[in-house]
């Protein structure tokens, strides 16, 4: 019930100065992840910078990374958008570029009705037979895939998982027993370790980046039924993911990791470069987790 490993990490894209995609810090980052407890990597994703990226550079996100980390690990890209036509295009084109699993947002902008997102979804899931992760994000898209919808979607033998971003408990444990073929990744760092207790198997992490050895000790001790230490290593991660979304994601943790590991740009507009300041508090919050962890 773990159709992409435990712990997938949502990457973001490194940049030039001049603005493009950078292939030597991409190989350097996606061997760092998984040599810190990344099963997966999420390339062209919301932290990968997705909105502003072609269609060119996200399929070419696929090949770099599988050129770096070989066959070690799985590569999945997001192909979902606005556009059910498009999504379709660009996920029959990850599938030739050999992605191991499609990501599809919730529709955007235009928020359509549950049997619209059935049918877009399943549009998807029909283009290709490579496995499908829905992407449940309300915050940011405007609309709720609701449990019901998940149920029926869980019936497509390419519907695999949803990564959940509600952020709320009662949704993950509604859609858990509503849709039990429908394994859950939290999609939200905090989140992690209380959708695990009722029933997520999994992360899809943004502070994976900086702490993924941490990350994957929590997410471990939850499915060895360590719940003591799961909580600890919570406690211990929760200021890290506070301190890392302080202002808009990826701008935080592209800072943080330009300071604290190697340069990998700034995000491109309309994203502006985290200030001095949230930086800072995410160091401050990296230095007590490894110093309690050590």
Known sequence: MTPFGRVVTAMITPFTGDGRVDEDSLARLSRHLVENGSDAVFVAGTTGESPTLTD???????????????????ILIGSGTYDTAKSVELSKRAADAGANGLVAVTPYYSKPEQRGLIAHFTAIADATDVPVMLYNIPGRTGRLI?????????????????????????????????????????????????????????????????????????????????????????????????????????????????????????????????????????????????????
């Open 56 to 74: 060119d550079e996200k399929i070419g996100l696929v090949h770099s990374v599988r050129r770096a980390v070989g066959d070690s690990v799985q």
């Open 146 to 294: 609701e449990v019901a919808t998940l149920a029926e979607l869980a019936g497509h033998d390419n519907i695999v998982a949803v990564k959940d971003a509600v952020m709320d408990i009662d949704h993950t444990s509604d859609t858990v027993a509503t849709a039990p073929g429908l394994p859950v990744y939290s999609g939200q760092d905090s989140y992690t370790m209380p959708m695990m207790a009722v029933g997520a198997v999994g992360v899809v992490s943004v502070v994976s980046h900086l702490a993924g050895k941490q990350v994957a000790a929590m997410v471990g001790a939850m499915h060895a039924g360590n719940l003591s230490e799961a909580r600890r290593l919570h406690h211990l991660l929760l200021p890290l993911c506070s301190a890392l979304f302080v202002e808009s994601n990826p701008a935080p943790v592209k800072a943080a990791l330009s300071k604290y590991w190697g340069p990998v740009g700034a995000p491109r507009l309309p994203l502006a470069e985290a200030l001095g300041s949230t930086v800072e508090g995410v160091g401050a919050a990296l230095a007590a987790l490894q110093d309690a962890t050590a």
